[in-house]
């Protein structure tokens, strides 16, 4: 299934698929065009391929149906098809990068502008398929996929040991204009984790469940 979404991709124009995995701190270094504007693109694709599915197959409210696609296209899931792929010896980091700088949130984002790149060649219908079978939609849905919730998870864990748990969370603007959202996790007034996305919801979950990663492995 993942074979379909990266044989699709290659069959894209060179010049694209070299903009895909041009990170924005190469591009600096370079004077040339990040990935920046076709990932805020491919992050539209791929909500509207994941609705549209949602809306056609899932009998839930609005409110679950958010929360499902939200878990589906979370930085988590995006970052391990990255992995699963293999891309990350192709993307292009700036000198002020190494190879083990390389994130799970670039990991996602370069996969949104994989899908961006595959949309302006060959538009949305032709995408759909390979797109919802390499996150294995269909699948999750079938055997009852619930949206996880760190958030609630993390707040339990803290709960339990009588601790103060506090998010603060601010917007920002990348270099190509899209609007992200950072969220910073602190226990008792102590940093613990911060995750970024592209809505506050997903920022302060991808925030809490590193913060439970990094609680539950001590």
Known sequence: MKNNFIQLFEKCD???????????????????????????????????????????????????????????????????????????????????????????AILADTIESMIGVMYLSFGLSSISSAVLDALDVKNKLKAGFKPADFKSELQELIQDKKQKLVYTTEKYETKGGQENFRATV????????????????????????????KLQNK
Request: hydrophobic share 35%; glycine share 6%; charged share 30%.
């Open 14 to 104: 060179d010049e694209l698929k070299a903009l895909a995995f041009t990170h924005s701190s190469y591009a600096h270094d370079k004077n040339i065009m990040s990935n920046e504007r076709i990932e805020f693109l491919g992050d539209s694709v791929l909500s509207t391929i994941v609705s549209d599915y949602l809306y056609k197959h899932a009998k839930a409210p609005e409110g679950k149906m958010s929360k499902i696609r939200a878990s589906l296209v979370c930085t988590e899931n995006l970052s391990e098809l990255a992995k699963s792929l293999k891309i990350e010896d192709r993307i292009k980091l700036g000198k002020s990068f190494k190879s083990h700088d390389i994130s799970n």
């Open 186 to 213: 602190f226990i008792n007034g102590e940093f613990i984790a911060y995750g970024q996305g592209s809505t506050k919801r997903e920022a302060e979950q991808n925030a809490a469940h590193l913060a439970l990663d």
